[in-house]
């Protein structure tokens, strides 16, 4: 039997925090390692919670966040599924590296999916959020 994703629910409204990590309880197959804020000491918090994936809320306004979330992947952060508000901000947090992006309004069964596909390495796009492609010539 394989054990649980292991996931650490990064989000600044801690109402937020509580229900992704209410919502993710619910679904097999992962566990919830621990919760956060951005503000606090991420590289700290996965050194004590050995996530697998993080699962972070960016908000409605993330512009700081973006900045915060591009140097924590840099220090060799584990994988980041990010959640948006809106998809004008979907370019930014790719490349401040979060290899998956979806809207806030995802449910468990999503989220849970999403973070077991970054743990296999794909990247999860919703989407509103995916990168544009280039045409064929």
Do not use: K
């Given at each position: 039997?394989?054990?649980d994703l292991r996931l650490l629910v990064v ?61 924590f992947i840099e220090a060799g952060a584990p ?22 992006l979806l809207g806030r309004n995802t449910n ?30």
């Amino acid at each position: 039997m394989m054990p649980d994703l292991r996931l650490l629910v990064v989000a600044d409204d801690p109402l937020a925090r509580a229900g992704l990590a209410a919502l993710l309880a619910a679904q097999a197959g992962v566990s919830v390692a621990g919760q956060t804020d951005s503000n606090a000491d991420l590289l700290g918090a996965v050194v004590a919670f050995l996530p697998d994936i993080l699962i972070w809320d960016l908000g409605w306004e993330p512009s700081i966040r973006l900045e915060a979330l591009a140097r924590f992947i840099e220090a060799g952060a584990p994988p980041v599924l990010a959640l948006l508000g809106t998809t004008s901000l979907a370019g930014d947090a790719r490349s401040a590296g979060a290899r998956g992006l979806l809207g806030r309004n995802t449910n468990g069964a999503q989220l849970a999916a999403a973070a077991a596909a970054l743990m296999q390495g794909l990247l999860v796009f919703d989407a509103e959020m995916a990168p544009a492609s280039s045409p064929s010539p």
